[in-house]
């Protein structure tokens, strides 16, 4: 990789052999404040992911109320980009903020500016809605999710805040321990490369799905039980 031919601070013979120098020493040169930087920045950038999450699951709940549980290709299609809207995207954003702190100088500066630039592109939709849309239109989007206030229930709502933040908390571990291990876990770009490529969009994905598929089943064993137990008693 031309990356660490171009930043190899340790001689040409040594062929940056175990380590990416360049990532090496901007990982030894972050002091404490760059740390709390670091991890200050990093909870304010992931508030935006977690409101395209929550509108992801209101577009997807007020999709469902109109359907009334028809079958409709092209909605389902839609589900499915929502889908990954909700579980895939905030990884792929994850991701690339990453990439962009290893591969310049973890200053406070670089760290601002590196997660500024990814949120703003992230959230290039709602400005183009925002320019489009007129306020009519505004207005009877917000009327449809009015709508829905009685399909869905509270009990809901607080779920899916819940799994949203949840969602949130993971990417910036995820994101500050790679950071701190990125010595271990690269020995070189290319090491980096599959990582990430193989971690933030393959498996790190599947996660809070994971998570939420136990949830109901525990959630499920509990209301039988529940339930078996007022039939119990009734009797």
Same mark, same amino acid.
């Given at each position: 990789?031309?990356?660490?031919?171009?930043?190899? /601070?340790?001689?040409?013979?040594?062929?940056?052999?175990?380590? !990416?120098?360049?990532?090496?020493?901007?990982?030894?040169?972050?002091?404490?404040?760059?740390?709390?930087?670091?991890?200050?920045?990093?909870?304010?950038? &992931?508030?935006?992911? !977690?409101?395209?999450?929550?509108?992801?699951?209101?577009?997807?709940?007020?999709?469902?109320?109109?359907?009334?549980?028809?079958? @409709? +290709?092209?909605?389902?299609?839609?589900?499915?980009? /929502?889908?990954?809207?909700? *579980?895939?995207?905030?990884?792929?954003?994850?991701?690339?903020a990453t990439i962009l702190q290893v591969m310049d100088p973890l200053t406070a500066k670089n760290i601002t500016l590196n997660l500024l630039s990814v949120t703003m592109f992230s959230e290039v939709d709602n400005v183009v809605a925002a320019l489009l849309l007129t306020e009519s239109q505004v207005l009877k989007?917000?009327?449809?999710?009015?709508?829905?206030?009685?399909?869905?229930?509270? @009990?809901?709502?607080?779920?899916?805040?819940?799994?949203?933040? /949840?969602?949130?908390?993971?990417?910036? &571990?995820?994101?500050?321990?790679?950071? *701190?291990? +990125?010595?271990?876990?690269?020995?070189?770009?290319?090491? /980096? @490369?599959?990582? &990430?490529?193989?971690?933030?969009?393959?498996?790190?994905?599947?996660?809070?799905?994971?998570?939420?598929?136990?949830?109901? +089943?525990?959630?499920?064993?509990?209301?039988?039980?529940? @339930?078996?137990?007022?039939?119990? *008693?009734?009797?």
């Open positions: 990789y031309n990356h660490c031919a171009r930043n190899d /601070l340790d001689g040409v013979n040594t062929n940056f052999t175990g380590h !990416c120098d360049f990532i090496s020493l901007n990982r030894k040169l972050m002091k404490r404040g760059i740390w709390l930087a670091l991890i200050f920045l990093s909870l304010v950038f &992931v508030v935006p992911i !977690c409101q395209d999450v929550d509108e992801s699951i209101i577009e997807e709940a007020v999709m469902d109320h109109h359907l009334k549980d028809t079958i @409709n +290709i092209p909605a389902e299609i839609l589900r499915i980009a /929502l889908r990954l809207r909700q *579980y895939v995207k905030p990884w792929f954003i994850t991701g690339v989007m917000e009327k449809f999710v009015e709508d829905i206030d009685d399909f869905a229930p509270n @009990n809901t709502v607080r779920l899916s805040f819940f799994w949203t933040r /949840l969602q949130g908390c993971f990417s910036v &571990v995820f994101l500050i321990m790679f950071i *701190y291990f +990125i010595e271990e876990i690269t020995e070189s770009c290319a090491d /980096l @490369n599959f990582f &990430v490529f193989g971690y933030f969009l393959s498996i790190a994905p599947l996660v809070v799905p994971l998570l939420q598929g136990i949830g109901h +089943i525990v959630s499920s064993i509990k209301n039988s039980e529940r @339930n078996r137990n007022a039939m119990f *008693y009734a009797t």
